[in-house]
């Protein structure tokens, strides 16, 4: 079955450092999304992204935070100049339709020091 | 302010018995729900949905209940399994776009003892 990949699974940087989360959504899907979690906490909508366009996006996803797809496959979370509070696992996930479920990834641990 | 609550952090069953999952929302926007179940490590996977202008959705050993007067879904799993063992998030969408984000609930850990 196809799935979601995520790279890299775990990323350890410093405070102020930029990061670039991947991911590879499932092939025919059309609509991305990226989501945190920080220890402990419920799982947060971060962005979604369609056409090539954000589609929408949470107060959390703010001007440190933005999306690329460079190309047909990829789809990237950068955070500019990381914070102590930004350390959680992103999950990133797609689907076929606007309202079809989600696929997640098994998401990476970004851990900011 | 939690538009998804699940106030149940965790729940113990017995190998073989029915495992009721509960989860309440505020917003009446919502019109699409969804349960994701999540091992350690792994992303969240999706188990069942429900649209709100259904009461009931049943997938195997998985039915989804939705209440809407009194904003209330739960998920039955029965039997449950060993391998059910895991997180489980309730989730909600409003306006039947899966482009808008969805609304997770905190989870409740599902433990079957045998």
């Known amino acids: 079955e196809p799935e979601v990949t995520q790279t890299p699974s775990h990323q350890v940087t410093q405070m102020g450092q930029e990061v670039i989360l991947r991911c590879v959504p499932i092939?025919?899907?059309?609509?991305f999304y990226w989501y945190r979690q920080i220890l402990g906490q419920k799982v947060e909508f971060l962005v979604s992204f369609y056409n090539n366009e954000i589609s929408e996006k949470s107060e959390i996803f703010d001007d440190q935070f933005s999306v690329e797809r460079p190309d047909g496959s990829n789809f990237t979370l950068k955070i500019r100049s990381t914070k102590l509070e930004d350390s959680a696992m992103y999950f990133c996930?797609?689907?076929?339709?606007?309202?079809?479920?989600?696929?997640f990834g098994n998401g990476t641990r970004l851990t900011v020091t | 302010d939690q538009q998804v609550k699940q106030n149940s952090p965790s729940l113990s069953v017995q190998e073989g018995r029915i495992s009721i999952l509960n989860c309440d929302y505020t917003n009446s926007m919502f019109d699409y729900f969804l349960w994701y179940k999540k091992y350690p490590a792994e992303g969240p996977t999706f188990l069942i949905s429900i649209s709100s202008i259904k009461d009931k959705n049943e997938d195997g050993r998985f039915t989804v209940f939705l209440n809407k007067s009194a904003k209330h879904l739960s998920l039955h799993i029965v039997p449950s399994q060993p391998g059910d063992s895991a997180v489980y998030f309730c989730?909600?969408?409003?306006?039947?776009?899966?482009?808008?984000?969805?609304?997770f609930g905190k989870g409740t850990h599902l433990i079957i003892q045998p």
């Open positions: 989730a909600a969408s409003a306006m039947g776009g899966g482009a808008d984000g969805l609304t």
């Open positions: 996930a797609s689907s076929g339709q606007n309202n079809s479920p989600l696929h």
């Open positions: 092939s025919n899907h059309l609509y």
